[in-house]
């Protein structure tokens, strides 16, 4: 994504809409866009937690009749990435070129289960 903003020739993507510029483009002085460019090489190591899962079932409540059960669980997919990576997820393929991703989603499920 970078090397797609950092460039003086490049003010309009090809569909002709105008382009946001970096800041960084002020002092990278690149004059056209250099998308193999050694410049942009980060560490993307990360530490990442894809889910998260707790529950609890409570045993013979014997409201109605015996053997009755009932379960709570709480899922989070995507809790947390520990990284020093600048873009949007280090967990990328595309040969290693973060262009056109979206971010993993965080995403809460609350769960219920009731035996009668």
Do not use: H
Not at 36 to 41: G, P
Not at 76 to 103: A, W
Request: net charge negative.
């Amino acid at each position: 994504m970078q090397s797609n903003r950092e460039s003086y020739n490049t003010t309009y993507d090809p569909s002709g809409f105008l382009k946001n510029r970096l800041n960084s483009a002020l002092y990278t002085d690149f004059e056209n866009v250099r998308y193999r460019s050694s410049y942009y090489i980060q560490e993307a190591s990360f530490l990442k937690m894809d889910n998260i899962s707790l529950g609890y079932t409570f045993e013979d409540l014997g409201l109605w009749k015996e053997n009755q059960r009932a379960r709570v669980s709480f899922t989070v997919e995507n809790p947390f990435v520990v990284t020093d990576y600048d873009g949007l997820d280090p967990e990328f393929g595309n040969d290693g070129i973060d262009n056109n991703i979206y971010p993993n989603p965080r995403i809460f499920i609350l769960g219920l289960s009731f035996n009668f």
